[in-house]
């Protein structure tokens, strides 16, 4: 056991907690990549887009400040594991039974919910693309290879995959940005803060500087990190630069977004649809104005960011499951990482076989209001859970060596990005449960 001044500290011995800290290198990079690819999907474009196509660059501090919150988030769940060896869920369990109870039932529904529309996001483009095949094929060939290469188990080919997916994203839709010639005036205006006058501006505000990239995959970080074999204190300084420049390439993605929202639908007064369809019109746009080659290549973009999204749940949600479903029911002070299953555990293949056969059904029928509710409801919670949670988490005295706790300055943004989420949580809520009064 590790000795502080406070106590004797679960987790790692002095010795490993002394090691050196391995330098940071640009080859020495993988799971920040994993978790921004696969928190970055086609929901977000749509809702970068349609701020850009509404108010310009008025919100380009917003995203600004959403890189920043996703970081801080991703730093504490990384620093977490690295410096107690507890997986996330293992560390919302020594706060009480009572993360189970939300956690659990989470998990499960967002993964059917979740299952039918990465699958439906995924076959859209091929579909635009290829239009003589019908868009449930294709769907259920994504679900289908998502499937088979996680199942394989082999973590260095989802990352690799994971990197070529997140450069086709990156490269296609800052290409297609470029293409707009955007105004670097307007760019720099929009960096001073300032808030959109119509009713529901608020809503985007918070959605870029909160929601793109925030969902439960941020909290499958630490579980990358594991898979990649970076499991002790001296790998602090390689997961800050990860997950640094993993959200930072996200940053540029989101901008070149917004510049594609604010030069090509903003200047010309279009509407895009919402939902995933709304990337579908930008293609249109795209090839009306530069011709059908540059639709094409949004289109594999609008691909390449949605198989991206499939592929990370299929496999850090999976982790996740089979972690919670292993260890609720165990005493917090026995767990650490050596109790997470692996993926060839039996909760994570039925997580895997959840999320890729019975939501195919949702592909065929309107998905249930009650499970939409319930799916909107505890999503809207999870963010600003994720948050105050880690505030707790990162501070904890009996587990947490003092050199690896937050210090001040963490604090205080830990607990605005809190406010942040909670905020946006509450919109999210009232928007889930409207048609219960509507």
């Known amino acids: 056991m590790a000795q502080t001044e406070d106590s004797a500290v679960v987790g790692f011995t002095e010795a490993e907690l002394q090691e050196p800290k391995v330098r940071p290198r640009w080859n020495k990079i993988g799971p920040g990549i994993v978790a921004a690819a696969t928190g970055v999907g086609a929901a977000d474009l749509v809702a970068t887009l349609t701020a850009g196509s509404r108010y310009g660059y008025m919100l380009v501090w917003a995203v600004i400040v959403g890189v920043l919150m996703k970081i801080l988030l991703v730093e504490g769940v990384g620093r977490y594991y690295l410096s107690t060896g507890k997986t996330i869920f293992q560390g919302w369990r020594t706060l009480g039974s009572w993360t189970s109870w939300y956690f659990g039932p989470y998990i499960v529904i967002w993964g059917i919910v979740y299952g039918a529309t990465a699958m439906s996001s995924t076959a859209l483009p091929l579909a635009a693309l ?8 294709f769907a259920i060939a994504a679900g289908l290879l998502g499937l088979v290469l996680v199942w394989l188990d082999r973590y260095q080919l989802i990352e690799k ?29 929009g960096l001073i803060p300032q808030l959109p006058t119509e009713e529901d501006g608020m809503f985007y505000v918070l959605a870029l500087a ?20 970076w499991n002790k204190p001296k790998w602090l300084r390689v997961m800050r630069y990860d997950n640094a420049t993993a959200y930072i390439l996200t940053g540029v993605f989101v901008f070149a977004t917004l510049i594609m929202g604010a030069e090509l639908l903003y200047a010309a007064g279009i509407a895009i649809s919402a939902g995933d369809e709304g990337l579908l019109d930008v293609s249109t746009v795209l090839a009306d104005r530069y011709g059908q080659t540059w639709s094409v290549v949004f289109l594999i973009g609008f691909f390449a ?44 293949r039925f997580y895997l076989l959840m999320v890729t056969f019975p939501t195919m059904a949702l592909l065929f029928f309107d998905q249930p209001i009650f499970l939409i509710l319930l799916y909107g409801t505890l999503g809207a919670l999870f963010m600003p859970f994720l948050a105050i949670t880690l505030l707790f988490l990162n501070n904890q005295k009996r587990y947490v060596p003092p050199q690896y706790r937050n210090r001040w300055f963490q604090n205080v943004f830990l607990s605005i990005t809190a406010g942040v989420f909670i905020a946006v949580g509450v919109y999210e809520l009232y928007e889930a449960l409207a048609p219960l009064w509507s």
């Not at 994971?162 to 470029?178: C, H, K, W, Y």
Request: glycine share 8%; proline share 5%; aromatic share 10%.
């Open 161 to 189: 995959l994971m990197m070529v997916l997140i450069g086709t994203m990156f490269v296609t839709v800052v290409l297609s940005a470029a293409l707009a010639l955007p105004n670097l005036t307007d760019i720099l205006a």
């Open 130 to 137: 290829f239009p003589s095949i019908d868009l449930k094929v």
């Open 210 to 229: 909160g929601g793109v990239g925030g969902t439960i995959t941020l909290a499958a970080y630490g579980y990358w990190l594991r898979e990649k074999g």
């Open 305 to 348: 960011a949605s198989f991206s999204s499939l592929l990370g749940v299929w496999h850090g949600v999976s982790l996740m499951f089979a972690d919670f479903w292993a260890n609720f029911r165990r005493p917090a002070d026995e767990l650490d990482q050596d109790k997470a299953p692996t993926l060839k555990s039996k909760p994570a």
